[in-house]
């Protein structure tokens, strides 16, 4: 069915919601077919709470990575279930997910001009749960990884698993070896675990290098102040994640204006250990610049650039970290992200970039579609 079509069938004032915001209606012939069959379904069906729940989990939007049609249909058809049923926050999933579209510049403008029928909703997140994650669920991509790092993550612990005499080990270790073997002459101490899981483990074991830090990119799909704490933000940001959203609290109040860390891409250091501040659990760290002047004279998020998708690899430019493996977390006790912050800075050309403090050699940060920038400090420091 065409979207015209699936359009066709909605009540009226749902229809005039979703031609009036003018979104896009898909930027392929698949994601066509996805939201006309999306919005067919909300013109026939109730919404079913805990199914959507389930499916938007792990998403932003309900269809891609972009807002399209689908999302102001479906905001529409919510809007009277949050309006009238109040049902609370036993949906945290979508909730946050309605309130994220109702903000969405395009959406406020078409449903403020049918309101009554499409008014804001107020949500107070701060009595809102968490959605919930495991703090391990990054570890799930790489098997043996998630083996060697099943306990506190410590080299130690790692080495002394490798050096194990229990048979199922041995027999994991035996066939690695064999195919290692035959692919690179054997390098004995890295195949005790995949090459996630191997590389960390030797990496771990030396000084710090930047490769280590895992980098990649956020989108910032709902940001709250944090109700015990005046210079805190608490942020739900998309990190490409099956888990969902990761929850992650900045010291930024004081910097940042809450309007310009809404919705916002940026870049996300993934893999330090989760710390409670005042009473939240964050998962991870927003990369900021701050001024050489130091705070009083500004401190601003760097920026990724264009095309960059949630979960894109953030890398250092050079043949010894390109394509090197960043450790499943960081182990505080070894000071790896405090060893490199140092030589953290931005360039004259405002370019996101680490200083090797011995060889002096500069190596920038970046994904595959380009150099990640800070908008207006050169000489910065980043943290």
């Known amino acids: 069915m065409s979207y015209e079509s699936s359009v ?21 012939e698949a994601d066509k077919a996805e939201v006309a069959q999306w919005i067919e ?13 389930t499916q938007l989990v792990p998403r932003t939007y309900i269809v891609s990575n972009y807002l399209t049609a689908a999302d102001v249909a479906l905001y529409g058809a919510l809007h009277p279930i949050f309006t009238q049923l109040q049902p609370g926050y036993d ?27 499409f008014s804001l909703v107020s949500f107070d997140f701060s009595s809102a749960p968490p959605i919930e994650r495991k703090v391990d669920a990054p570890k799930k991509k790489e098997k043996a990884a998630a083996v060697a790092e099943q306990a506190e993550p410590t080299p130690v612990a790692v080495s002394k698993e490798d050096k194990s005499p229990e048979d199922k080990p041995k027999e994991k270790k035996e066939k690695k070896k064999d195919a290692a073997a035959a692919e690179s002459g054997g390098k004995k101490k890295e195949k005790a675990s995949a090459p996630a899981g191997g590389k960390a483990v030797a990496e771990d074991a030396g000084e710090p290098v930047p ?17 015990e704490a005046d210079s805190l933000y608490i942020e739900q940001i998309d990190l490409g994640e099956e888990t969902g959203p990761r929850t992650v609290v900045s010291g930024l109040v004081n910097y940042i204006p809450i309007e310009e860390m809404r919705d916002k891409y940026l870049v996300c250091i993934c893999n330090l250990k989760p710390a409670n501040m005042r009473g939240v659990k964050s998962f991870a760290m927003v990369l900021a610049a701050t001024s050489k002047d130091g705070k009083d004279g500004g401190v601003e998020l760097i920026q990724p ?21 960043p450790l499943a977390q960081m182990n505080p006790k070894k000071k790896i ?14 370019e996101a970039a680490w ?29």
Not at 41 to 53: G, T
Not at 95 to 117: E, G, K, M, N, W
Not at 339 to 345: A, D, N, R
Not at 361 to 379: E, L, M, Q
């Open 8 to 28: 066709s069938k909605l009540p009226s004032s749902l229809k005039d919601l979703v031609v009036t915001s003018q979104v896009d209606v898909g930027k392929t």
């Open 305 to 325: 650039p264009p095309g960059c998708k949630p979960g894109d690899r953030v890398y250092f430019e050079g043949p010894d970290y390109e394509n090197a493996q």
């Open 355 to 383: 200083i090797n403090p011995v060889t002096k050699s500069v190596h920038r940060i970046r994904t595959k579609d380009g150099i990640c920038v800070a908008p207006n400090f050169v000489g910065a420091s980043l943290s």
């Open 337 to 350: 992200f405090e060893t490199i912050q140092p030589g953290f800075t931005t360039l004259d050309t405002k």
């Open 211 to 227: 490769s280590m830090i895992d980098m990649r990119i956020g989108h910032i799909v709902d940001v709250k102040k944090h109700p």
């Open 91 to 117: 949906y945290p999933a979508v909730t946050r997910y309605f309130d994220h579209i109702q903000t969405r510049p395009s959406v406020l403008a078409a449903a403020s001009a049918l309101s009554p029928p």
């Open 41 to 53: 379904k909300l013109a026939e069906e109730k919404v079913a709470l805990q199914d959507l729940e």
